[in-house]
């Protein structure tokens, strides 16, 4: 059982800036897919990215540009970074894990359904 606690939401003005964090509680051998979502009230869970170990991040096609997702593989802690807020990046933010190879994990950014363990969320509400 993997479990993950995001933290990091709150309420933010249009065109400001967070950074949500998903610390990984327990400790996972192997390779993992970790991956960041969303939900916004009334819509379907959407993806925003996936890493894993040190490769680099791959995004969801609607998510470029303002999302950045990073770790800390000391620490064990995933991070997205997200720029220039808009009212419609309202949403709960998600972060995900399964246990997978690279191969598989580099197309899952709009999977969320392939993906095993999931924390609580964190809520980002943006005002105009």
């Known amino acids: 059982q993997v479990q993950l606690v995001e933290s990091g939401g709150g309420s933010v003005q249009a065109g400001g800036s967070l950074q949500l964090s998903c610390a990984v509680t327990?400790?996972?051998?192997?390779?993992?897919?970790m991956g960041w979502f969303r939900q916004a009230p009334g819509k379907e869970r959407e993806g925003i990215g996936v890493?894993?170990?040190?490769?680099?991040?791959m995004y969801a096609e609607s998510a470029k540009g303002r999302f950045t997702i990073s770790q800390d593989n000391t620490k064990n802690i995933l991070y997205l970074q997200i720029t220039s807020l808009k009212p419609e990046d309202t949403a709960m933010y998600y972060c995900?894990?399964?246990?997978?190879?690279?191969?598989?994990?580099?197309?899952?950014?709009?999977?969320?359904?392939?993906?095993?363990?999931w924390g609580q969320g964190t809520q980002v509400t943006v005002s105009s």
């Open positions: 995900a894990a399964t246990r997978a190879s690279w191969l598989w994990c580099r197309s899952r950014s709009d999977k969320p359904h392939d993906f095993t363990y």
């Open positions: 327990t400790y996972i051998v192997g390779i993992y897919c």
């Open positions: 890493i894993a170990n040190d490769y680099s991040p």
